[in-house]
């Protein structure tokens, strides 16, 4: 495997279900970052771990929980969700910090619907 | 606060044309950093071409070169010699200071490129 990787690629899921997204990143980096793509919103940063540590949180309701165990995986898990929860979840990663800039590599993500 | 706008929602070209890509962006901090990235409908983000606020040339990858106009703060992405698999969504972002601890992007809201053949 190389670059980032996630999860399921799909997934549907009923408002009183509990599920994990996965990301894992192969690529030595030290930053980990949850996105929500919504249709015709702009891309939302949810959370930031760096160092294994959540540094942001957006404030993201508390149906969402992310862990990050170490430093190449990073979880999301979903509980009691809503229907506009539903949207492109996407997983990246970047080397922090850095002296000039690093471009976020992104893993393919995962396309969440909740019925 | 850090802002950047996408003005045009949908574009289209014919196949090895070349299309302009238009990003504003507005912030305090005297040094930035920019970036295009491109999203095909299988969903991966994929990094195009950055530019830092004190490169003094416009950046170019390949086909991609970003018009840099720091006064207009405009970072237009630039694609030449369209090809049908430049078909996808493209957006621009913005991090702010390097060594912040993490790399904080924001994005503009995108603008979908279809190319013709």
């Known amino acids: 495997e190389t670059g980032v990787t996630q999860t399921p690629r799909h997934l549907v899921m009923g408002m009183t279900n509990k599920k994990s997204l996965k990301c894992e990143q192969h690529?030595?980096?030290?930053?980990m970052y949850w996105y929500k793509q919504s249709a015709k919103k702009p891309l939302e940063l949810m959370f930031v771990?760096?160092?294994?540590?959540?540094?942001e949180n957006n404030s993201v309701p508390s149906r969402f929980s992310p862990e990050c165990p170490n430093s190449s995986h990073l979880f999301l898990h979903l509980h009691t969700l809503q229907p506009e929860d539903s949207a492109l979840y996407l997983c990246?990663?970047?080397?922090?910090?850095?002296?000039?800039?690093?471009?976020?590599?992104f893993g393919p993500g995962t396309r969440l619907t909740v019925l | 606060a850090q802002k950047i706008t996408q003005t045009q929602p949908g574009m289209f070209v014919q196949e090895k044309e070349a299309v302009t890509l238009d990003c504003t962006y507005d912030?305090?901090?005297?040094?930035?950093?920019l970036f295009w990235y491109k999203q095909p409908s299988s969903g991966e983000m994929i990094f195009l071409i950055y530019?830092?606020?004190?490169?003094?040339q416009n950046a170019t990858e390949g086909r991609y070169s970003l018009n840099f106009q720091k006064a207009r703060k405009s970072a237009n992405l630039v694609i030449s010699a369209s090809q049908l698999g430049d078909s996808a969504m493209y957006f621009c972002?913005?991090?702010?200071?390097?060594?912040?601890?993490?790399?904080?992007?924001?994005f503009g809201a995108g603008t979908r490129l279809a190319v013709h053949p």
């Open positions: 690529l030595g980096h030290n930053a």
């Open positions: 771990y760096s160092l294994e540590e959540r540094v």
């Open positions: 972002a913005m991090r702010g200071p390097p060594g912040s601890g993490y790399n904080k992007l924001i």
């Open positions: 912030t305090s901090d005297p040094s930035y950093g």
């Open positions: 990246a990663s970047s080397q922090e910090p850095s002296g000039s800039y690093n471009e976020q590599f």
């Open positions: 530019q830092g606020s004190y490169d003094q």
